[in-house]
């Protein structure tokens, strides 16, 4: 049975992929700041904060001495709305911390598995805040475009190894969260990237699940749900 590890599992896209994964015959390890309400043979919640370098160390350690990890998905993250020039700089640093350093410990962690193991895939993450540029999102959009140069770079740096790195990107994804905001506002975004309908929780994970496959996405590519428009 192959191994995921998945970041953010305790709610929304992270845990809607652990269960998917899981019905589809994975065993899952679920990394989560608060206990995740999966309850399977093949899960294993693990309680770490993905900005604490040695938190990541020490729990993917514990995971790789039960075998390899051949996928990684990052998807814990956090997102704020704000005028730039409203933005309170600790807002910022706190979306870059979560969004960016929590990837790269994740992906550093996992991605020294991997090269050891000759052969893994890790997916990051982004949105399609970054290439339309949404205002009164500066501070995410640039955790997350870091997020994005990360991918290329690690793709270039690990392809010898056999280890693939890629990013998934997506506009809004009917959560919890996105029920709070002002529904003109999802509409404008669903537009631009020709989604009136919007991105349910299902088409979302189905849109990852496709790309897990050997020669499904190159690696160091950066896709998003959606066609992007002006």
Partial sequence: MPTALITGVSKGLGRALAERLLADGWVVHGFS???APITHAH???HLVDVTDEAAVRASVAAVAELGRIDLLINNAGAASLNAFLLTPGKVAESLMRVNYLGTFHCLQAVGKVMVRQRGGLII????VAVPLSLEGEAAYVASKAAV??????AATELATQGVRVMALGFGPIDTDLTRAVPKAALAKINARISRPAGT???EAVDFVVARLGASASASGSV???GKLGS
Avoid: I, P
């Fill in 124 to 127: 990051n993450f982004t949105t």
């Fill in 223 to 225: 896709e998003y749900l």
């Fill in 33 to 35: 700041r608060q206990a």
């Fill in 148 to 153: 994005e140069a990360l991918t290329r770079v």
């Fill in 43 to 45: 899960f294993t919640g």
């Fill in 200 to 202: 349910s929780m299902g």
